[in-house]
Nanobody, 126 residues
Framework: QVQLVESGGGLVQAGGSLRLSCAAS????????MGWFRQAPGKEREFVAA????????YYADSVKGRFTISRDSAKNAVYLQMNSLKPEDTAVYYC???????????????????WGQGTQVTVSS
């Protein structure tokens, strides 16, 4: 069974940094896009960042561009999210997602992903 497990969330002050990790098991995603989404209290899940199998092809939401960096380690079947200059509005549950198909069109939509982790809480205090 495919499983994605997030880790690295926690409490941090505004302006601080956190690094999220996502470890996949059950199948290999070395040639499949992976991404991060988040959901704040009272809001719907939104796109944060995505990365194709080629490390130089990355995508970011406008709200995090320049502050967050997505990366992956194909040998470890893992994806990471480095979050810098955190703001209180970044507070949310962060979810790791993986595309399990042979092609994709728009990695900014949640419908492009087939597998999801259970999420890790990130809280940014002011």
């Amino acid at each position: 069974q495919v499983q994605l497990v997030e880790s690295g969330g926690g409490l941090v002050q505004a302006g601080g940094s956190l690094r999220l990790s996502c470890a996949a098991s059950g199948r290999t995603f070395s040639r499949n896009p992976m991404g991060w989404f988040r959901q704040a209290p009272g809001k719907e899940r939104e796109f944060v960042a995505a990365i194709a199998w080629s490390a130089d092809r990355t995508y970011y939401a406008d709200s995090v561009k320049g502050r967050f960096t997505i990366s992956r380690d194909s040998a470890k079947n893992a994806v990471y999210l480095q979050m810098n200059s955190l703001k209180p509005e970044d507070t949310a549950v962060y979810y790791c997602a993986a595309n399990g198909r042979s092609s994709w069109y728009n990695l900014r939509t949640e419908y492009e992903y087939d597998y999801w982790g259970q999420g890790t809480q990130v809280t940014v205090s002011s």
